[in-house]
């Protein structure tokens, strides 16, 4: 299977469990905590002494860097994409 077809069959896949589901904060809800459970273990594994209420605020943080570091790969491919350019990582 190319990756074109794979590309395909999971968009097929996607929509065919949103178009059947009520509840999509419910179905994500996993995802989203597995992701906020990775945060908060790399903080804890950095700083194990800190409390329980600081590690919330630095996973936290840690996230929104996260998140913010895809947001500009993102905006330096556009970027890249409307000069013509290839885009660089």
């Given at each position: 299977?190319?990756?074109?077809?794979?590309?395909?069959?999971?968009?097929?896949?996607?929509?065919?469990?949103?178009?059947?589901?009520e509840d999509r904060s419910a179905v994500s809800a996993p995802?989203?905590?597995?992701?906020?459970?990775?945060?908060?273990?790399?903080?804890?594994?950095?700083?194990?002494?800190?409390?329980?209420?600081?590690v919330i605020k630095r996973a936290l943080n840690l996230r929104s860097a996260f998140y913010a570091g895809i947001q500009l790969k993102s905006a330096k491919t556009r970027a890249a994409r409307a000069a013509g350019k290839a885009p660089r990582s």
């Open positions: 299977m190319t990756p074109a077809q794979r590309k395909l069959r999971a968009q097929m896949g996607a929509n065919a469990l949103w178009a059947k589901t995802g989203r905590a597995a992701a906020d459970a990775r945060f908060e273990k790399q903080v804890r594994e950095q700083f194990p002494h800190l409390p329980d209420d600081e």
